[in-house]
């Protein structure tokens, strides 16, 4: 059974027309909607791909997304675009950690998302989900200008829906902990997997 909605208090006839009650979630995801500002920075031929969305014809700016920032500490949107190798996953991760909270991820590209022709490579990365949370992920080898404003329209649509009750980044005493940096070596080691790698090893 859906829990029930709260009811607005409702306006008096003299004031319909020039008052108006929301709550205030939506006031606050509509601002967040309109300054979403991404990270600046490029992994492969993809990235000429967002370089290009953002450019006149595309023109993010009616989003509230001219702004590309080159820091991490002020942007909210990571754009994982291309090919993630092995030895650039630490660096990418540690940019993610770096950034603040309320903060989202967008994968496009094949190989992004799965590794793409470079699957199971000795030097790629099949898939960047496995490491940091994605959000929403637009496909393609490389994916068009068009893909990726829909892939922001998805981020803004998810935002939307969201309420500062159920957020974890809003809860007391719910600090999100950081994800652990991978480690380069004969592959990638990520010490969330480390019990179960000592379980494993012990059973053997």
């Known amino acids: 059974m859906s829990p029930r909605k709260r009811q607005l208090p409702e306006i008096p006839p003299e004031l319909v027309g020039t008052v108006h009650i929301t709550p205030i979630d939506a006031i606050y995801n509509w601002a967040r909607m309109r300054s979403l500002w ?3 920075f490029g992994l492969a031929c993809c990235a000429f791909e967002m370089i290009g969305t953002f450019a006149a014809r595309f023109d993010p700016s009616r989003f509230g997304m001219e702004i590309m920032r080159a820091s991490p500490r002020q942007a909210d949107l990571m754009i994982i675009n291309g090919t993630v190798t092995k030895k650039m996953l630490p660096q990418v991760v540690r940019l993610y950690n770096q950034m603040p909270e309320p903060k989202y991820v967008l994968v496009m590209g094949a190989c992004a998302i799965s590794g793409g022709p470079f699957k199971e490579g000795y030097n790629v990365v099949s898939g960047i989900d496995k490491y940091l949370p994605v959000d929403v992920y ?3 080898c490389p994916p068009r200008p068009e893909a990726l404003l829909h892939g922001f329209l998805t981020i803004h649509a998810k935002m939307e829906r969201e309420s500062l009750r159920d957020l974890r980044w809003y809860r007391k005493g719910e600090a999100p902990e950081p994800i652990p940096v991978p ?7 990520d010490w969330r997997l480390t019990e179960k790698i000592e379980a494993m090893r012990q059973e053997a």
Request: proline fraction near 23%; hydrophobic fraction near 45%.
């Open 38 to 40: 991404p990270i600046f």
């Open 138 to 140: 637009v496909p393609g």
């Open 183 to 189: 480690e380069l070596g004969p592959d990638l080691v």
